[in-house]
């Protein structure tokens, strides 16, 4: 696949290099990487938000583990309590079973001496009275007698509050009982759905992973994507920086002809521009300026001429200034092709207009002293690619 895609980057640039790109071609490329860039952006926060849910799938979990460990610990606990108050509530069963069993042989033993009171009557009490050899003797039987009864009267009492006490016991632990295993019941039911939540945030962390790996993916992809399109956009914009580089070069190169060949074809055949006089007043390179006082380099010759007279197009060409200029005050430039002008400063009048088509020995102007003058003369320029040259060579000087 990247082998490919390089075939076809390489197929690209080559192409690019050597055809003129389309600004919308560039708009569309740079567009491709722009939306490329926001689906990287796009699966970047879908990311983001996969990775915090599975945070907080990490925070539940760890709370529903403590939940978990705490109600199993809470489980064992009743189970044990739940232990303790069966065996309580047996033995509190037993103990009534050995109170009844006791309660029951005494009523045992007092009904079988109660029947046998019966029996005898009031003479068995009284036989037992009478055996008395003293009085001393009677009174203790007497005595025998009434704390047996009073001892057996006691015992049944204290069996039957026994008795009762028992059989509250173990209503009372019957009911714990009761009360400890609904507890239980709800325990277990607690961690059954303790245990159903931890499974359904597994699960849905299971989802949230597959859907991590799957958004990373994507992210990879788009990131792969949007490399790709940086890089074809980057090579088109380099490639066409290039062609237009090229091309430049090239323009200039065939200008630097044209001008090198229109210098050769005008050297020496521009016409002296003011035909009343031929005195130079100041000739062109480094010079004292007159006004100034200070060293300058004087970027034409000055043509030292009377007030009004004739100013001439040096050659044919097409006025582009015609008008105030500066320090040169009113001005006439004439383009004669191959990048070279000449200019005409200094003048009282402007006899032509931007556009005009002139001719050579055509006259242009009249001799004046606007802008920075000492004096009526013409400040004759020649330019070469908006470069001040010597007008000598052209003037056959």
Known sequence: ????????LMVAVFVLTSIPILA?????????????????REHEAELAL????????????????ERLIS???????????????RDALDQAALDIIDAQYELDRQYESIRTWLRAMQEQGSMGLLSVLFQATSLRDFLLRMEQVNDIARRDQEMV???ESSEARLAQVQESYARQYDSIERLLISQQNYLAYLEQVEAERYEYFAALVEDETHQTALLLLSQEHASEARAMWREAEEAEQRRREADRLERERIAAEQQQEAIANLSGRFLWPVPSSFSISSPFGPRIHPITRRQDNHSGIDIRASHGSDIRAAYDGVVTLSGWNGGYGLTVMIYHGGGVHTLYGHNSANLVSVGDRVTRGQV???IGSTGVSTGPHLHFEVRVGGRA????????L
Do not use: C, F, W
């Open 1 to 8: 696949m990247k082998k490919k895609i390089l075939a076809i």
């Open 24 to 40: 919308s071609d560039l708009q569309g490329l740079r567009r491709d990487y722009e939306d490329a860039q926001a689906d990287v």
């Open 50 to 65: 996969i990775q915090a849910a599975m945070e907080q799938i990490y925070e539940d979990l760890r709370i529903l583990d």
């Open 71 to 85: 109600a199993t610990n809470d489980l064992i606990i009743i189970d044990h309590v739940l232990l303790e108050t």
């Open 157 to 159: 009492a204290r069996l």
């Open 364 to 366: 242009i102007a009249r």
């Open 389 to 396: 040259v010597d007008p000598g060579p052209y003037l056959g």
